[in-house]
T-cell receptor, first 114, second 112 residues
Framework: ETGVTQTPRHLVMGMTNKKSLKCEQH?????MYWYKQSAKKPLELMFV???????ENNSVPSRFSPECPNSSHLFLHLHTLQPEDSALYLC?????????????FGPGTRLTVL | AQSVTQLDSQVPVFEEAPVELRCNYS??????LFWYVQYPNQGLQLLLK??????LVESINGFEAEFNKSQTSFHLRKPSVHISDTAEYFC??????????FGPGTRLSVLP
């Protein structure tokens, strides 16, 4: 595997379910990000991790719980979601946190909440 | 804080015609500027970036963008588009100590 991978690619869940999204980067990067992409809205930054430590939580509801066990893996644990949480969830990584550091994106997980 | 505007949500253009996708930003400090492309069912891929130096930057597939500080713009251009350029294009801005801010995107549709 190369680049940034995400699993699953598609997920349908009910509001009472608990599920997790997984992201893995094979680039040796130190920073990882979760974004939410909804139709007709700009990309929303959710969480930022740098060397496994969370450096930013962009006022994300607690029903989204991130986990970063090491610099290569990032999870997003989901529970009691709402239909408006349906979106494409994108993971990204960069060499370091920094304004000039290009971010590399995974293909995303298309989440549908029923 | 920075912000990004992409005035055109959709741009249809015929194959082999030129195209310009507009991007304007707002910032009180010096910025770095990026264009990303998203093909259907894929994540975002970096197309080109301006960090410093020459204000005209080019990508390997024929796109170019020019940083215009006075007009706070970073428009993306291609002199002749192909069907394969059909995608969504995102302009992004960042600044020291700040995260990336993405624009809402422009959907480019290349028609045969």
């Amino acid at each position: 595997e190369t680049g940034v991978t995400q699993t699953p690619r598609h997920l349908v869940m009910g509001m009472t379910n608990k599920k997790s999204l997984k992201c893995e980067q094979h680039l040796g990067h130190n920073a990882m990000y979760w974004y939410k992409q909804s139709a007709k809205k700009p990309l929303e930054l959710m969480f930022v991790y740098n060397f496994k430590e969370q450096t930013e939580n962009n006022s994300v509801p607690s029903r989204f719980s991130p986990e970063c066990p090491n610099s290569s893996h990032l999870f997003l644990h989901l529970h009691t979601l709402q239909p408006e949480d349906s979106a494409l969830y994108l993971c990204a990584s960069s060499q370091e946190i920094g304004a000039y550091n290009e971010q590399f994106f995974g293909p995303g997980t298309r989440l549908t909440v029923l | 804080a920075q912000s990004v505007t992409q005035l055109d949500s959709q741009v249809p253009v015929f194959e082999e015609a030129p195209v310009e996708l507009r991007c304007n930003y707002s910032s009180s400090v010096s910025v770095y500027l990026f264009w990303y492309v998203q093909y259907p069912n894929q994540g975002l891929q970096l197309l080109l970036k301006y960090l410093s130096g020459s204000t005209l930057v080019e990508s390997i597939n024929g796109f170019e963008a020019e940083f215009n500080k006075s007009q706070t713009s970073f428009h993306l251009r291609k002199p002749s588009v192909h069907i394969s350029d059909t995608a969504e294009y995102f302009c992004a801005v960042s600044a020291p100590g700040q995260n990336f801010v993405f624009g809402p995107g422009t959907r480019l549709s290349v028609l045969p």
